[in-house]
Structure formats: structure tokens, C-alpha cells
């Protein structure tokens, strides 16, 4: 005689479904639990020690605001600020967030938010070695568990401890066909980052990469805008080739110290003013 099988209920059946959703198998019971009930995790200035994940919603309201703060910026400079600023204010354990791009032939360009750290920082990017420079190099994750004793970087030990810099957390940034850099993360208290820290700060760096990028983009059609303006100007008030107004740019900009849109946008502005007179 055949045993007849037991039905489940459709909510049960639901319930055993959702358990086996996340990339680790099973989701937790007090997962679901929170779900269900809508409550949020609390984030607390030592949760980074702890094993907690960052909760889904909360990290898509954040890259929310990343995107929507990076993209009303005027310059990839502004950018960089906000970028720091806001991972300062999010990322919990941070006393102080900085990112750095290095471009092709140009100087290190870095933004910095936080109540400590400005000491070892200033000093990490005049030397040329540290934890976020490193991570730009060689373009993988670098941390440190303790920096004021980090034998790999000696010269950073003193302004550390004095910095109140315990463990650092540098993620690279690459920003195609622009830039290389990173997002470095300094916490008050030594030891290895937990899931919440390094799920939240690559996430806010991957966003970012992509924003950057468009910045750059955005950027290089507004000074090519000028530079033609200026080139047609010259070659009005010379009489010139094409190429012969780049070079006379060119050579304007040397001359004076500043970069070659610098020149185009006054010289633009000074035949307008002549146009209208």
C-alpha cells in the first residue's frame, strides 16, 4: 500500500524558498526575520569588528546618493570631495576617508574628509608610499591592521599614533582610459575590517569608478569646446592655419604658467568683450 505523501502549505513552501536565496545557502532566521518585519540593522561606529553585512537596502540608498552627488558635480575635483565626505559620513568605524587619482603626466590629486589622520595622509602622498598609493599601483585591495607599526611603510609609524590611525583599508579605483587611484578608509582601532566595512567601501569605490569615468568624459568635451573657440579667435585675428593657432595656444599657455583651457577660456572672453565694445 502506497504511503500517501503530506502537502506542505503554499506559506511554508514560500518561507523554505526565500531561505535559500543568498549566495551563502540558507539565509539566516534572523535575516528573514528582519525582512519580514522591515526593521533595519543599526550601523554603530565599532560595527566594522563585528561579521555584520551591510543590509541591502540600505546599501542601494547610499550608492543612490553617490551617484546622484558625483553626477551634479561640476568637476571631477568637486567630485572627489563629495566622494570622501560621503564615505566618511557612511562607512561605519571611519575617522577619516580620503581618495587619490593619479592621471597620465600629472600630480597625485587627493580629497580628504574626517576628524583625524590629516598628518600621516599629507605624508603618505608627499613620500609617495602608502596603503592608498599602494593600492592605486597595483591595483588590489591592501589593508593594514595596525599602520603605526605596519612594517611596510616605517616613515608612516610616528604620524599614525599621533594621527590617532590604527588600521587602514585601501581599495583601488580605476577609472578607464583616466586615471588609477584609491579609496582609503582609516579607523581608530586596530585589527582585521569585518563584511560591513569592506561590502560597504568597495561598493561605494566600484560606483564610483563608473561616475569618475563620466565625469572625465564630460570634462574633455568642455575643454575641447574651448580650445576650439580660442583656435577660431586666433585664426580671425592672425589670419592663420589651424594648426598654426593650436601651436600659438600652446605656446601662450607655456609662456604663462597655465594650462592650455585656462588660456582658451580668457581668450574667448576677451574678444567677446571686444565684440561687444
Known amino acids: 500500500m502506497s504511503v500517501p505523501q503530506r502537502r506542505v502549505p503554499a506559506a511554508q513552501r514560500g518561507t523554505r524558498s526565500r531561505r535559500r536565496t543568498t549566495s551563502g545557502g540558507v539565509t539566516p532566521s534572523g535575516t528573514a526575520r528582519r525582512l519580514v518585519a522591515g526593521r533595519r540593522p543599526r550601523h554603530t561606529g565599532s560595527a566594522w569588528l563585528g ?20 553626477l551634479t558635480a561640476d568637476t571631477v575635483t568637486q567630485a572627489l570631495d563629495r566622494l570622501a565626505a560621503l564615505a566618511a559620513g557612511a562607512i ?15 600630480p597625485v590629486a587627493v580629497a580628504a574628509a574626517g576628524s583625524a589622520g590629516e598628518t600621516s595622509d599629507g605624508l603618505q602622498y608627499a613620500g609617495g608610499a602608502g596603503p592608498g598609493l599602494e593600492a592605486a ?9 595596525d599602520l603605526g607599526a605596519d612594517e611596510r611603510w616605517p616613515e608612516l609609524h610616528d604620524a599614525a599614533r599621533a594621527d590617532g590611525i590604527a588600521a ?6 580605476d577609472v578607464r582610459r583616466h586615471a588609477v587611484g584609491a579609496l582609503s578608509v582609516s579607523l581608530g582601532r586596530p585589527g582585521q575590517p569585518g563584511p560591513d566595512l569592506l561590502l560597504t567601501a568597495m561598493a561605494m569605490a566600484g560606483q564610483a569608478e563608473v561616475l569618475l569615468g563620466e565625469l572625465h568624459r564630460r570634462e574633455a568635451l568642455t575643454e575641447g569646446a574651448a580650445v576650439d573657440r580660442a583656435v577660431g579667435v586666433i585664426i580671425a585675428q592672425r589670419g592663420c592655419g589651424v594648426q598654426e593657432a593650436y601651436r600659438i595656444l600652446q605656446d601662450s599657455a607655456q609662456r604663462l604658467g597655465l ?9 574667448v572672453a576677451a574678444a567677446a568683450r571686444d565684440r561687444d565694445n
Not at 51 to 70: D, I, K, Y
Not at 137 to 145: A, E, G, M, P, V
Not at 168 to 173: G, T
Open 92 to 106: 561605519p568605524g571611519a575617522v577619516r576617508c580620503s581618495v587619490a587619482l593619479i592621471g597620465e603626466g600629472g
Open 51 to 70: 561579521a555584520q553585512e551591510p543590509h541591502p537596502v540600505e546599501l542601494a540608498g547610499l550608492l543612490h546618493e553617490v551617484s546622484a552627488r558625483l
Open 168 to 173: 587602514v583599508v585601501a581599495i583601488p579605483l
Open 259 to 267: 594650462d592650455r583651457v585656462t588660456v582658451a577660456e580668457r581668450l
Open 137 to 145: 599601483r597595483t591595483r588590489t585591495l591592501i589593508t593594514s591592521d
